[in-house]
T-cell receptor, first 116, second 114 residues
């Protein structure tokens, strides 16, 4: 079965420092991976996705993610963190267990706190 | 202006009452989803629908019901059989494409049982 894991409940980083939010996945077949951000009492906003092609995916708000097939990881990164990046981040994978089934599986989320 | 809307934003319910959460999208998406979010547990899938007049149970469907009579609408009813309904509910949609698209999320409804 497809799954994603976010091993860190919370990540703290100083403003201006690089940030990494980790995600590992387990899929059969080609992985379709996504990152979302959620601000308090709001819906999720899409950041970026990996479907195929370049292993480094660039997304919204200066975020990028590196797809690593050998390590089955899809870590979210940003070169210089902003206080406004503080939010809850979710990694997700599209479940391809059944032909034509459009289900998505989410990790448990990582709270990012950027300290001024 | 395309998007996905949920109403109401906040909802209070007495124990034993059924309540219906609204989800509407004007993105012409085929697939729609309902998730429940509790602190520290991420998103859990309640129901999803890939086409009008058809829907499937997700991982935590007990105590919930849905309908999909129109492509743009996917209301969720939280019944009195749901033991602990206080949570944040999120609706999402996506087009049925390959390779797959990201999901588009509504702003959420926070349900509190008094």
């Amino acid at each position: 079965a497809q799954s994603v894991a976010q091993p860190e409940d919370q990540v703290n980083v100083a403003e201006g420092n690089p940030l990494t939010v980790k995600c590992t996945y387990s899929v059969s077949g080609n992985p379709y991976l996504f990152w979302y951000v959620q601000y308090p009492n709001r819906g999720l906003q899409f950041l970026l996705k990996y479907i195929t092609g370049d292993n480094l995916v660039k997304g919204s708000y200066g975020f990028e993610a590196e797809f690593n097939k050998s390590q089955t990881s899809f870590h979210l990164k940003k070169p210089s963190a902003l206080v406004s990046d503080s939010a809850l981040y979710f990694c997700a994978v599209r479940d391809i267990k059944l032909e034509g089934t459009y289900k998505y599986i989410f990790g448990t989320g990582t709270r990012l706190k950027v300290l001024a | 202006d395309g998007g996905i809307t949920q109403s109401p934003k906040y909802l209070f319910r007495k124990e034993g009452q059924n309540v219906t959460l609204s989800c509407e999208q004007n993105l012409n998406h085929d697939a729609m989803y309902w998730y429940r979010q509790d602190p520290g547990q991420g998103l859990r899938l309640i129901y999803y629908s890939q086409i009008v007049n058809d829907f499937q149970k997700g991982d935590i469907a007990e105590g919930y019901s849905v309908s999909r009579e129109k492509k743009e609408s996917f209301p969720l009813t939280v019944t009195s059989a749901q033991k602990n309904p206080t949570a944040f509910y999120l609706c999402a949609s996506t087009p049925k494409k390959h390779p797959p698209n990201e999901q588009f999320f509504g702003p959420g409804t926070r349900l509190t049982v008094l």
